[in-house]
């Protein structure tokens, strides 16, 4: 089997749906019927990053006129067996290319980008695939209610955790200094601040805080990332009076990730808007108790609420006692996160693929 | 139920009791549940005793060694024929029932096995060595199964309520199943009026594995049936067609007395039902209990003549008259009862009423004779506007001209289908839908969100879907028409009512003439007829006393409820008067039935 992959994003890219390429791509190289992945990633890597072996990433030209043309160059020479479509923006020329090529065309879809139809030329591309991997029940359900596809070409398969970069730990006493932590209840949420990504939820935590430091009186909130929703975020602090009880960190390095999981006490994000929401399976790899909404994938990473608590987020009485319940419990990491252990996903990506191809799946 | 995915959880055991729990009166007798080991994997089953009424056919029915589970709804005509030849090759049988005749015949052929059985049959078959879960639905769809995939877990039922009652299904709506149904007057398979909830089509089978619910596979289709009958047909005299039916009805009737409880017959004055009963008496059934409705505010009775058939076949009849009071105190239960909306099924509500009432569990309807044996008015007039429909059919843009201009124009008397002839008529997909369409393509935004509209119709596509089903090609225009009308009419409408209403009652509807085996006897005679033929003289000469002349010559009336008269009556399903296009006064009362249904199921 050779792929031909259009990626939004190279290997090495930052990010939950970046790390979902490189499970999906460590998933690949390991099953034997693969012969090689070309992968094109639309913005070209910042850092450069050791490959899995048989698969190789070409970086294209950022405009998209020429990223077109290279890329169907290079579906012309390789003559793939599967167009691998890692973003939907991309799957009008994913589907071109299949059309010219006669491969098997499998889309990746994640979060809310594929959640709402986008014109004609998306529809016609969407309707020229084999197979969607949806990273959860909510997208897939979303994707088929705009798309009218065959329910069985859409699967799931969520994104994976690997144990060992995040685990449960001391709080690290150079953040407890930094952020002057020492004796306080931390509750964490971690994402980027984007105003087109205001669905997270941060503002209704901060709109519930007056009750719960009734409850929780050392409470610290801690808000990590940077984004350009920050500002509206520390004003609307300010209207609630909760100056002394928020921090925002801006950007958090990878390598002070772990770190900053390990410095809370729970974490929460009550998103009506998550794809699926790796940092619930991150946080709860580091013992932390989490919270998350029941209107979006968050249902998945948050196994129905048997991973965390899972909350109506759009109820603020339903959410300030959720967040009194994970700020009250004790820190461990839940058994059930093995659900979403690497063996699992590899074995699901290896079925997809092997279906497709009509051959047997290597195990 | 099954939780495929690695990812999902054990199942809920409360959700597959409200699930059970919905369809308590398809199975009053006995409830039963099974459950794997790792929970991950559940069948349950609600109960309607018929064969072998003891404790050894309870369900789910596991084989010896419990690799293999069963849930099964229906009835396998031909199950001692195959329990002689599987005790013959050394299987072993603790029961008398039909579904342990299902496990070792599984055991045995795998998949292939559905391809033997007679009957109507909707099953789920866990088989633990392949960790799957088989599907399988009899070959014309009598038996309903729908199925719901989340991406994690698949649960399946035998109603689509029933899943719903379960209470983790997303009640997301279908365009294309809503669509259907104001086009056809039922929802057409596999759509339903919700997105994730999906029928097993008629003669399929879908497999649920680690991945979830894989593409139905198709084992059957009439299509098919009469396209090898053409290459097998002879020319037969009169007397051999007349043989050959008779012979065929007469295996049929016998086949579907089958039970270990009394079976009677719904009676008619039609000649469908007074052939049944003629044959049953051949067959050696006595005492036959039948039974019949007649209406208030018809113009004609039909009652009278029927009760001239029961007296020469000597059953037990008993005539019920319906009028407005008892609709409008039955229309809650009509309503909770009609798992999919549907714009009949009331008649066949209040005749199972009524035989439920005489004690039966299990009754023979002559639902499928006009199908087979040509008796709709649509074998003579599809052929006729094909024929003539042809050629300006074919001239580019000028049918939807046509339509554009004469719509508004038509006066209210005139049927609004009639706008559409040039620009459907000379198809037979086009044809049939103008034939059996409710509402018309162009009318529907009149009533329906414009988004709705186009969208469904683009998902349903419906004249790919009706041509769907006449391919492969069944060759001459009479097979056409059989096929069309039994794989869509028959299968989305008359089958779904007869399932819902007779259940809703614990009634077991029996379908003699809607077999497989007598479809394969009698297509290779009909085959050939030409379109203008009507078999119905066929049946009617069939038992050994032929049914009374006046039965034959009585004009062909239907056996429907006055619904439109009794609608204006009805205050309780008004909200129709709120659409001008229904109001007016041509409008015909199945269109404002279909609407108040419609209104009722997304209230």
């Known amino acids: ?363 | 139920m099954f939780a495929f995915h690695y990812a999902s959880l054990a199942i809920n055991r409360d959700e597959l009791g409200r699930t059970l729990n919905h369809m308590a009166a398809r199975g009053p007798d006995d409830s039963g549940e099974w459950y794997s080991a790792d929970g991950r994997v559940a069948l349950g089953h609600r109960r309607l005793s018929i064969i072998d009424l003891s404790d050894k056919g309870r369900q789910p029915m596991l084989n010896a060694d419990g690799t293999l589970v069963i849930s099964f709804n229906g009835e396998i005509y031909n199950y001692q024929e195959l329990r002689r030849s599987l005790q013959e090759s050394g299987c072993i049988f603790e029961s008398k029932t039909d579904t342990e005749v299902l496990l070792h015949l599984y055991a045995k052929k795998g998949e292939a096995m559905v391809k033997d059985l007679r009957g109507m049959f909707a099953f789920a078959l866990w088989d633990a060595n392949k960790n799957a879960l088989m599907l399988a639905r009899d070959p014309y769809g009598i038996k309903p199964l729908y199925y719901a995939d989340d991406g994690w877990t698949v649960r399946a039922a035998s109603q689509v309520k029933a899943l719903l009652a379960g209470g983790n299904i997303s009640r997301v709506p279908e365009p294309a199943g809503i669509i259907g149904f104001f086009l056809f007057g039922s929802v057409p398979e596999p759509y339903t009026i919700y997105q994730e909830i999906r029928a097993v089509p008629a003669g399929s089978i879908v497999w649920i594995d680690a991945l979830g619910a894989s593409e139905p596979k198709k084992y059957f289709s009439i299509a098919t049936v009469f396209q090898e009958a053409f290459e097998e047909s002879q020319q037969l005299t009169e007397d051999q067609i007349q043989h050959t039916v008779r012979d065929a009805l007469f295996d049929s009737v016998r086949h579907h007395l089958i039970a270990d409880v009394p079976v009677g017959a719904f009676l008619s004055a039609g000649i469908d039902s007074g052939t049944l009963v003629g044959l049953a008496r051949d067959a050696g059934a006595e005492d036959l209990q039948t039974v019949n409705l007649t209406f208030q505010g018809l113009d004609y009775d039909e009652a009278a003549l029927g009760e001239v058939v029961a007296k020469q076949y000597g059953t037990k009849h008993t005539v019920r008259l319906l009028g407005t009071t008892e609709f409008r105190s039955e229309l809650p239960g009509i309503l909770a009862a009609m798992d999919q909306p549907s714009i009949d099924g009331i008649n066949v509500y209040f005749i199972s009423k009524v035989a439920a009432e005489t004690g039966l569990k299990v009754a023979l309807s002559g639902l499928g004779g006009d199908e087979l044996f040509g008796g709709y008015s649509t074998f003579r007039n599809i052929r006729r506007w094909v024929k003539s429909v042809t050629i300006p059919g074919h001239i580019p843009g000028l049918g939807r001209l046509l339509r554009s201009v004469t719509s508004p124009l038509l006066p209210d008397r005139v049927s609004p289908k009639l706008a559409g002839m040039v620009e459907y008529g000379g198809t037979y997909s086009g044809a049939y839908l103008l034939q059996r369409g409710l509402f018309m393509p162009w009318e529907l935004k009149k009533i329906l969100n414009a988004d709705l509209v186009n969208e469904g119709l683009r998902r349903l596509a419906p004249l790919d879907h009706i041509s769907d089903t006449i391919r492969p090609d069944p060759q001459t225009p009479f097979a056409r028409v059989a096929t069309l009308e039994a794989s869509l009419y028959m299968r989305n409408q008359l089958l779904r009512d007869a399932d819902w209403a007779g259940m809703c009652h614990s009634l077991e509807i029996r379908v003699p003439l809607v077999d497989v085996k007598l479809l394969k006897s009698v297509a290779p005679a009909l085959v050939t007829q030409s379109a203008q033929f009507n078999g119905k003289h066929l049946l009617a000469q069939a038992p050994a006393i032929p049914l009374p002349q006046a039965v034959l010559q009585r004009a062909k009336t239907g056996f429907t409820v006055p619904i439109g008269k009794w609608l204006e009556e009805v205050p309780d399903m008004d909200v129709w008067r709120k659409i001008p296009g229904l109001v007016r006064g041509g409008c015909h009362g199945s269109r404002r039935w279909a609407y108040a249904l419609y209104t009722s199921c997304f209230q």
């Open chain 1, 1 to 363: 089997m050779s792929i031909l992959a259009l990626m939004p994003d190279s290997y090495g890219g930052q990010g939950g749906i970046a790390q979902y390429y490189r499970d999906l791509f460590d998933a690949l190289s390991g099953v034997p019927y693969l012969d090689g992945i070309v992968s094109l990633p639309r913005h070209a890597p910042k850092d450069i990053i050791k490959l899995p072996k048989r698969i190789t990433e070409r970086p294209l030209p950022n405009s998209p006129i020429r990223y077109s043309a290279a890329a169907i160059i290079q579906a012309l020479k390789q003559r793939p067996n599967v167009i691998l479509c890692g973003h939907i923006n991309l799957i009008s020329l994913a589907a071109t290319l299949k059309r010219l090529t006669g491969a098997r065309l499998a889309l990746q879809v994640h979060g809310v980008e594929a959640w709402h139809p986008g014109g004609k030329a998306r529809l016609w591309a969407i309707n020229q695939t084999d197979c969607v991997l949806a990273v959860s029940r909510y997208t897939r359900e979303r994707v088929l209610s705009w798309s009218g596809l065959k329910p069985y070409k859409v699967r799931v398969i969520p994104n994976t955790i690997r144990m060992g970069f995040y685990q449960a730990g001391g709080k690290p006493p150079y953040l407890v200094n930094r952020y002057k932590a020492e004796g306080k209840r931390v509750l964490l949420t971690l994402g980027r601040l984007s105003s087109k990504d205001r669905y997270k939820g941060h503002d209704r935590i901060i709109a519930v805080l007056p009750e719960l430091i009734k409850r929780i009186p050392n409470l610290l909130y801690i808000v990590a990332g940077e984004g350009d929703d920050c500002s509206r975020l520390e004003k609307l602090v300010e209207t609630y009076g909760m100056q002394g009880y928020v921090l925002f960190t801006g950007n958090i390095r990878s390598d002070e990730k772990t770190d900053h999981y390990q410095l809370a006490d729970a974490f929460a994000m009550p998103s009506t808007g998550e794809g699926f929401g790796i940092a619930f399976l991150e946080a709860a790899a580091c013992g932390l108790p989490v919270l998350g909404g029941s209107k979006d994938g968050s249902r998945d990473a948050l196994l129905d609420g048997e991973l965390g608590v899972m909350v109506d987020p759009t109820d603020p009485k339903q959410l300030l006692d959720g967040l009194q319940e994970i700020l009250q419990r004790r820190k461990q990491v839940p058994e059930q996160l093995k659900s979403f252990g690497f063996s699992h996903f590899r074995e699901q990506v290896d079925r997809v693929f092997s279906i497709m191809l009509n051959t047997k799946p290597s195990r």
